[in-house]
């Protein structure tokens, strides 16, 4: 996917930030949540972990870490946990633009109008922008971070899925 | 891909769009720019304490000017709110000024346009050896023939766009020199240069052109991404009882940067079946070979069962960013 090697490091540099901040949120949950959970609720928890992970990973100026953030934080039951990441990403953010609407006079021709709109609905906080141009910069950046938290997540499904039959062959043992 | 463009900067001058002139006179300026994705993350050397806010420039060359937010925090922001940026005094977007003007998305406020006559230059040369910061001024531009202007600017432009807010562009011959269109044409090729991005960072794209087939790919990988996440977290929550236990269970088990790495028996059972349960799924298949091509570097990092269970909890914390690293180090290279 990268062809530049420096761009590989600094995307493994992100991996780990994601990760370490995936485990944050992992204890987080895991301490405001009650067990025992079954597999869907457990699978919610770690997808809101995750997502909240990445977004705070990001955590700049765009629209769709802020989106995700507000929308993952407003899933969880426990509002004190999830004020505390949004400000931690929210001290980042500063005096980040609101003007997010802008209204273009942009005319888009009919066969990208509706391809934008499902775009607009797949990016977190797609909807609120007008621009189509700056709607593919926030796509381009929240496709490099899915594409890193898929990496991670799949690497981590790895090691578990590996240990899980090595703990099971100790066990059997 | 994009290679040309950089390397042409003061050659050739005649078919370069506005946009490439743009990136021309950045690259002058500021080589650094040259380096391929040079701009991708924010080096995080560069900024607060290693934080990686510099908004992603697209892959490939010249990526940093489309979006023109490198390193600076300050960046975003220009890019995304232009009535903001322009007299705020924000001291670090005037330290990079000369990387972030060519990313203003100031469309409707600004016209880019080219200095071409030479009292312009000289009187703006007089104006930044003044030091002071320079209040943004719009120039009109009349058409003028490629040749001249690029001969004029090659040595002025440095000093002519070190502490200006506005790239000025030169219009062609023959096209239209009004202000909106010079302006809408910039925009018009930076949509186009993103979607080249675009076709890089979405697998399988080479050969589809156009506005709406693109998007169609775009719209499919981030729903296949977003459905893989979905996948896994499940995958995570079937093998882990607890939520935070799958991350307990990596500090467990310890990986040794130093030793030899032995091949664990059982990763042919999780090639298998990860790629099995992918291919069920109905995922495509890139993400079965990418998904098979990850879990390969995990076997190397992985040490055989019995020296796992000799590894003390305790040391966990200790030996968390060895791990890390060591993973990461690997799927890195």
Same mark, same amino acid.
């Given at each position: 996917m990268f062809y530049d090697e420096a761009m590989m490091n600094t995307y493994n540099m992100v991996k780990q930030r994601f990760i370490k901040k995936w485990i944050n949120t992992l204890h987080m949950l895991d301490s405001s949540i009650e067990h025992p959970l079954n597999v869907t609720e457990r699978k919610n928890a770690i997808r809101l972990s995750s997502d909240l992970a990445i977004a705070a990973t990001r955590s700049g100026s765009t629209v769709w870490s802020?989106?995700?953030?507000?929308?993952?934080?407003?899933?969880?039951?426990?509002?004190?946990?999830?004020?505390?990441?949004?400000?931690?990403?929210?001290?980042?953010?500063?005096?980040?633009?609101? *003007?997010?609407?802008?209204?273009?006079?942009? *005319?888009?021709?009919?066969?990208?109008?509706?391809?934008?709109?499902?775009?607009?609905?797949?990016?977190?906080?797609?909807?609120?922008?007008?621009?189509?141009?700056?709607?593919?910069?926030?796509?381009?950046?929240?496709?490099?971070?899915?594409?890193?938290?898929?990496?991670?997540?799949r690497t981590v499904a790895a090691i578990d899925l590996v240990t899980g039959n090595l703990t099971n062959d100790r066990r059997n043992k | 891909m994009n290679g040309a463009i950089g390397g042409d900067?003061? !050659?050739?001058?005649?078919?370069?769009?506005? !946009?490439?002139?743009?990136?021309?006179?950045?690259?002058?300026?500021?080589?650094?720019?040259?380096?391929? !994705?040079?701009?991708?993350?924010?080096?995080?050397?560069?900024?607060?304490?290693?934080?990686? @806010?510099?908004?992603?420039?697209?892959?490939?060359?010249?990526?940093?000017?489309?979006?023109?937010?490198?390193?600076?925090?300050?960046?975003?922001?220009?890019?995304?709110?232009?009535?903001?940026?322009?007299?705020?005094?924000?001291?670090?977007?005037?330290?990079?000024?000369?990387?972030?003007? @060519?990313?203003?998305?100031?469309?409707?406020?600004? =016209?880019?346009?080219?200095?071409?006559?030479?009292?312009?230059?000289?009187?703006?040369?007089?104006?930044? =050896?003044?030091?002071?910061?320079?209040?943004?001024?719009?120039?009109?531009?009349?058409?003028k023939k490629e040749e001249n202007n690029c001969s004029n600017d090659s040595s002025k432009v440095t000093k002519e766009l070190e502490k200006t807010d506005y790239i000025h562009v030169r219009a062609r011959r023959g096209q239209a020199t009004d202000s909106h269109s010079i302006a809408e044409r910039v925009r018009r090729e930076k949509i186009s240069e993103r979607m080249k991005f675009l076709q890089d960072l979405v697998p399988g794209c080479d050969k589809i052109t156009g506005k709406a087939g693109m998007l169609d790919e775009i719209i499919n990988y981030v729903q296949s991404l977003q459905r893989q996440i979905e996948f896994l977290s499940m995958k995570l929550a079937v093998v882990n009882p607890r939520p935070d236990f799958d991350m307990d269970d990596i500090f467990d088990k310890e990986v040794i940067v130093s030793t030899p790495m032995t091949v664990v028996p059982s990763p042919e059972m999780v090639h298998s079946g990860y790629s099995h349960e992918m291919v069920n799924s109905g995922y495509s298949n890139e993400m079965v070979n990418s998904g098979y091509h990850h879990v390969n570097p995990m076997q190397q990092a992985e040490t055989s069962s019995d020296p796992l269970s000799c590894f003390n909890n305790g040391q966990a914390p200790s030996m968390w960013d060895s791990y890390v690293q060591n993973l990461y180090g690997s799927l890195g290279v």
């Open positions: 802020r989106a995700l953030i507000s929308r993952s934080g407003n899933k969880t039951t426990n509002k004190p946990m999830a004020r505390r990441i949004l400000k931690k990403a929210r001290n980042r953010m500063k005096n980040r633009c609101n *003007t997010l609407r802008r209204n273009g006079n942009f *005319t888009a021709k009919s066969g990208t109008r509706k391809r934008t709109d499902l775009l607009k609905s797949l990016v977190p906080g797609g909807e609120v922008i007008d621009d189509k141009d700056y709607l593919i910069r926030e796509t381009l950046d929240y496709i490099v971070y899915l594409r890193a938290q898929v990496d991670v997540m | 900067l003061l !050659l050739n001058c005649t078919d370069m769009s506005v !946009l490439e002139r743009q990136r021309a006179h950045l690259k002058y300026f500021n080589p650094s720019f040259d380096s391929p !994705l040079a701009g991708f993350f924010a080096d995080s050397s560069m900024i607060n304490g290693g934080e990686m @806010d510099g908004y992603l420039a697209t892959a490939g060359l010249n990526l940093p000017m489309i979006y023109g937010e490198t390193t600076v925090e300050g960046d975003p922001r220009m890019s995304i709110s232009p009535e903001t940026t322009l007299g705020t005094g924000n001291f670090k977007k005037r330290k990079f000024d000369t990387e972030t003007k @060519d990313r203003n998305e100031k469309k409707k406020k600004m =016209n880019r346009e080219e200095v071409t006559e030479e009292e312009e230059e000289k009187s703006k040369i007089t104006e930044l =050896n003044n030091g002071s910061p320079k209040s943004i001024k719009k120039m009109k531009n009349k058409a």
